[in-house]
């Protein structure tokens, strides 16, 4: 299994950015990232799906499982890779079940406790999204409960698959890579971060002093 990374944004300029870099396995989106992005919901969400080959997680609003299953049928006609995002909930997890028996994918989000990722496996989630961050604002350590859900799940045949949310900083994915967790959904300045080291930099800059000095002396 490898891990992978989603983008945790709706700015396709950046998913266009870690998709060249081959760093973009998916997207996850929510109302907040919409919002964030300033356009229309649909006109985003089909662009960013031809972006990106992988998953791309939409998230309504509806309440009941009926409207939620409802928003899912519009949302799946956006896109061939749209993924649903549910949540947590009592009628969302009547929703993930009706919609993993016709074959549409789920992301169940908000959630918070190993109890709740037990139950969105049990109702055939395809993806489960524990927020880190939101956990350690209330002084929790939210990567805690990405061991204990990988824990659980590695006990049985679950095939829901772990999206650590709520990434705030390379830590958090560090630790989720050392739980085991599947994905990571990412915002692209976490990702940006990822990459640089100051003794790299260093030593580009010194290899290429050393490489001018050596090719000014053998002249
Ligand atoms: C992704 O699925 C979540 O919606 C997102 O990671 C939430 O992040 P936030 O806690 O920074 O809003």
């Given at each position: 299994m490898n891990m992978k990374f989603f983008l945790d944004t709706a700015d396709v300029e950046e998913i266009r950015r870690a998709v060249a870099l081959g760093m973009c396995d998916g997207v996850t989106t929510n109302p907040s990232l919409i919002m964030k992005a300033g356009k229309d919901h649909k006109t985003v969400i089909q662009e960013i799906s031809k972006v990106v080959d992988g998953p791309v997680s939409v998230e309504g609003i509806a309440e009941t499982a009926e409207d939620m299953i409802k928003e899912a049928e519009e949302f799946s006609t956006w896109g061939p890779n749209v993924v649903i995002k549910i949540p947590m909930t009592k009628e969302g997890m009547k929703a993930v079940r009706a919609l993993s028996q016709k074959g549409v994918k789920t992301n169940v989000t908000l959630v918070f406790s190993a109890s709740q990722a037990l139950l969105a496996a049990k109702a055939g989630a395809t993806y489960v999204s524990p927020f880190v961050g939101r956990l350690d604002d209330i002084?929790?350590?939210?990567t805690d409960l990405i061991s204990d859900i990988m824990d659980i799940y590695g006990n049985y045949d679950f095939s829901t698959e772990v999206i650590v949310a709520s990434i705030r900083h390379p830590v958090h994915i560090l630790e989720s890579a050392r739980a085991g967790a599947h994905i990571a959904t990412v915002p692209a300045a976490v990702l940006e971060k990822l990459w640089h080291h100051p003794l790299t930099d260093n030593g580009i800059k010194t290899f290429k002093e050393h490489h001018e000095k050596h090719k000014n002396t053998m002249q």
């Open positions: 002084s929790e350590t939210g």
